[in-house]
């Protein structure tokens, strides 16, 4: 640092990780644009989720070691679905980094991978738990808009949800699936991304 300025150098690299904060949110906004305006997804290919998450299992554990907690995976059933390997990777990863920012230090997250049949269909089911306050039951809708911020803890821990889970909730859908949020009995939020299995 400069003689004569103290804590400079303690300045300078709080205004690189604010600067380093913006450019992921302007990064963040313009895929959350480009995904409103997209209407379909160009030709897919058939996207193993198992595989998605294991790719993204080093990082997640990596970042969930630095808040004292832990990520799990449990794998109950191979579920292909046909799509964007790149955009439902993004997806995925945005609901465990929420979970890992919200679960409780000496907890787990945990991720399950499932096979489940509706009216006829077979769908993949990919949940994702973490052991947080939950979220109000107004508020369970709410978290995949854009900038939802609550009234409680959530808040004040962390500042909102910022663009993470609208993005999810677009790229879901425009793959045919669909995303929601519940409170766990136990305790927890539990964030269920649904997709049509791919056909073969």
Sequence with gaps: APPGVPGMEAQLARIERETGRLNALIGQLLSLSHLESTKQL???QAVSLG???RELLPD???E???R???VFFQEFAPAAVQGNRELLGRAIENVIRNAIAYTAEGTAVEIRLEREERAGREFALLEVRDQGPGVPADGLKSIFRPFYRLDFSRQRSTGGYGVGLAITERAIRLHGGEVEAANAP???L???MRLPLAKG
């Design 42 to 44: 160009p030709d897919g």
């Design 51 to 53: 595989e998605v998450v």
């Design 60 to 62: 997640m554990q990596f």
């Design 64 to 66: 969930a070691e630095g």
């Design 68 to 70: 004292n907690c832990r």
């Design 186 to 188: 136990e305790g927890g």
């Design 190 to 192: 539990i964030v269920s």
